[in-house]
């Protein structure tokens, strides 16, 4: 908890205004996810044998889109640990 408080003091009004887009963003996202999420659930609901074939490419997608976001965030995850390293290690000139 002191360290999410020594973060949110440093951060200025442009930090929260990019952190409010990016909340912004992210909820777009989920409700995209959301959506195709109701659109595979009814496809499979219907059981009938034309939307198999689209359920599985729905399906494809959707743990494409997964495995990219796992990957994202892995890079932002090292990124940060980067940051911080450099920020407790400065650089000697």
């Known amino acids: 908890m002191r360290i999410l ?3 949110v003091r440093r951060l200025t009004g442009a930090d929260v ?3 409010r887009a990016e909340i912004v963003a992210l909820r ?3 409700n995209q996810v959301a959506e ?3 659109d595979l659930n009814h496809d ?3 059981g009938s044998e034309q ?3 689209l359920f599985l490419g729905y399906m494809e997608r959707l743990r ?3 495995d990219t976001a796992v990957a994202a965030a892995e890079v932002i995850e090292r990124q940060l640990a980067e940051m911080r390293e ?3 290690n400065p650089p000697i000139e």
Do not use: C, I, Y
Request: aromatic letters at 4%; proline letters at 4%; a positive charge.
């Open 51 to 53: 939307s198999l074939p």
């Open 86 to 88: 450099l920020s407790n």
């Open 44 to 46: 499979v609901r219907s």
């Open 36 to 38: 195709v999420v109701m």
């Open 17 to 19: 205004r990019a952190l």
């Open 28 to 30: 777009a996202t989920l």
């Open 5 to 7: 408080r020594a973060f």
């Open 64 to 66: 494409l889109d997964a």
